[in-house]
């Protein structure tokens, strides 16, 4: 089940206590208190309410920064960027990366969820991580009929709050950024992912379910166990391009902005995990990052 669903499991992740997923910076080059929240891309804006501190937070500092700013996420610009990278090359269509084996499971995964209506000849002119995300939305829609959509409620709400509130709201990554990294495997690797996909996807609800179920316990270190198992979660090399590599990047505008301007990072929870981890980072940078317990 490795790499059962790549863009999902990156969204979960922990630190080394249990409870805590709103986390204050102090100490360094802040003018004033900055925070640093991990979130679940499958929960929707209404779980603020359970995370103790977070509306004090919000209503607190003067930015919101999230992964990309929710405006940018909708616009045409992300339709076109969407589209762009989506087509496959007409000599690496999916029949021509996969065993015909292959094709035909994938072929009766995605009959089942478009009903019979759509099947994979019909898709392949799409990239295959094109069809990993259109199957994801779809395993969504089954599995957790409550969330909008793979970019996340819980992210976007927090954003439109700090917009009601006059708050300004900033991304670490443009829309072109994301598309980038989300094709930014070989189409080969792409179909790989498709396929073992197709052939877990009947754990695919049992297995998110225990990490929403964990996240909602606040209970960080049996989510950091959940994601790195050997057999359903990442290895290493998925976690530094996901996670590890962006928030090196991402330290540079967070250590920028805090002398002018008091900040909540909006991220997902991934991102706290380990030595490269944004809250071990920040630490090492001369910040003092402490859980906000209420």
């Known amino acids: 089940m490795k790499k059962l669903s790549l863009f999902l499991l990156v969204i979960f992740s922990c630190v080394n206590v249990n409870g805590q997923l709103l986390w204050r910076i102090t100490g360094g080059n ?22 103790p501190g977070l509306r004090e937070a919000i209503n607190e500092v003067d930015a ?3 992964e990309v700013v929710k405006d940018e996420m909708l616009s045409k610009n992300a339709i076109s960027q969407a589209l762009k990278e989506s087509l496959a090359p007409a000599d690496s269509t999916i029949d021509k990366l996969i065993a015909p084996e292959e094709y035909h499971m994938v072929d009766k995964v995605v009959k089942e ?8 000849d019909q898709l392949k002119k799409f990239k295959p991580m094109t069809i990993v995300l259109q199957l994801e939305g779809m395993q969504m829609m ?4 409550d969330s909008k959509s793979l970019g996340g409620g819980l992210d976007l709400g927090i954003q439109t709050l700090g917009e009601e509130l006059g ?31 197709c052939i877990h996807d ?25 994601l790195l198992d050997s057999n359903r979660g990442m290895g290493g090399e998925s976690l530094e391009r996901m996670c590890y590599a962006r928030n090196r990047k991402w330290m540079k505008k967070i250590i920028a902005t805090m002398p ?16 490269n981890g944004l809250i071990e980072l920040l630490r090492n940078s001369g910040y003092v990052v402490e859980a906000v317990r209420d």
């Open 113 to 120: 969820y478009m009903r019979g209506l759509v099947g994979l």
């Open 142 to 145: 089954k599995y957790f009929p």
């Open 30 to 51: 802040c003018y004033e208190p900055s925070y640093l929240f991990g979130t679940i891309h499958l929960e929707t804006s209404r779980y603020m309410d359970s995370v």
């Open 167 to 197: 708050k300004y709201v900033g991304g670490f990554e443009s829309i072109e950024e994301q598309m980038k990294l989300a094709y930014g495997t070989t189409l080969r690797e792409q179909a790989r992912s498709l396929v073992q996909m």
């Open 64 to 66: 919101i920064y999230g």
């Open 202 to 226: 009947k754990d695919f609800g049992k297995y998110n379910c225990e990490l929403t179920a964990a996240y909602h316990r606040q209970d960080l270190s049996a989510l950091e166990e959940l």
């Open 260 to 275: 002018v301007q008091s900040m909540l990072i909006v991220v997902g929870a991934a991102h706290l995990i380990g030595d």
